[in-house]
């Protein structure tokens, strides 16, 4: 089996995938002496490029790939539905790639690779090595609800520090003062931005700041909130996901707690599982279906020849689903 890859033929001859790609593609578009070159170290290295890298960039394969961390979330699947619709309205089809940890130069070289004429990166981990790795990608590339800190990339969004000001700041003039935020272990761009959104909301207020660090997984974290509850509950806890936010809200009630007399609970994404828990959770509502939908939308205007001097972040509006979890 071929284990070379096309990372290892632009590594192996200095150039970037973008290179490579052309030489596989359209070989006059590169000066002599690099296409000499790569094509070299291709028949040295006994590279089989996957046929569909074939088209890349001599025709349009009409077909997108969708980069995810996981697909086991509420949100990525509803997100991708809306990809999915809007995709169909533009003639494309898409094709999932479940992205590995940091994005390896492999796994990168394999969505390159592949007969797609545009990206849309859904990572929840928009590092400066992410974009770094991205930069030579041969087709537009847009980050689905996050905020590309590079004018290279384009973004379809939430502004989620102001999301989470706002969220706090309303709780705070309703007469909170003890407010508990939960956030995640593993670093996310998106739950950075919520705590920073939070964070300016209570020291404005002069309120103590009060951050928790969990695991999305209710094995673990229901072993977090047990501990935490066994001190007292706070009057109000924002957590960055719904799955998080009733996880903690079971546990409040388990030991004996009255939601929402005793305590608030809020979710940031207002999945299908807000309207089941019991009470009702009141969430920020990401509307993910949405950002799916204007994303892809985005990503057609690249594809099909619109140029921006700058790519640009496009919002999404939001608001604040009342529900029976706060008063």
Known sequence: MNQTKIYDIAGAAGVSL????????????????????????IKEKGYKPNANARGLASRRSTTVAIVIPRISRASVAEMIQGIDDSAKKYGYTIRLFIAEPGLTKDFWGEVVAS??????????????????????????VVFVNQLSSSDEFGSVGLDYVEAAYQTTKTMIERGNKDILFISTEHKYTVNDMKEKGYRKAMEEANLPVNIVYTSGDININEKDFAEILEKGAPEVALAVRDSIAISFMNMAQKKGYKVPDQLQVIGFQNTKYAVLSNPKLTCVDTPVYEIGAKAMAYLTEQMTGKAYEKQQNVLIDYKIIWRESTK
């Not at 007969?115 to 537009?140: F, Q």
């Open 115 to 140: 007969s797609v004429d545009g990206i849309l990166l859904m990572n929840d981990e928009a590092t400066k090595e992410t974009i770094a790795g991205i930069k030579d990608t041969p087709v537009p």
């Open 18 to 41: 973008a290179t490579v790609s052309r030489v596989l593609n359209h070989p006059e578009k590169v000066k002599e002496s690099t296409r000499n070159r790569v094509l070299k170290i």
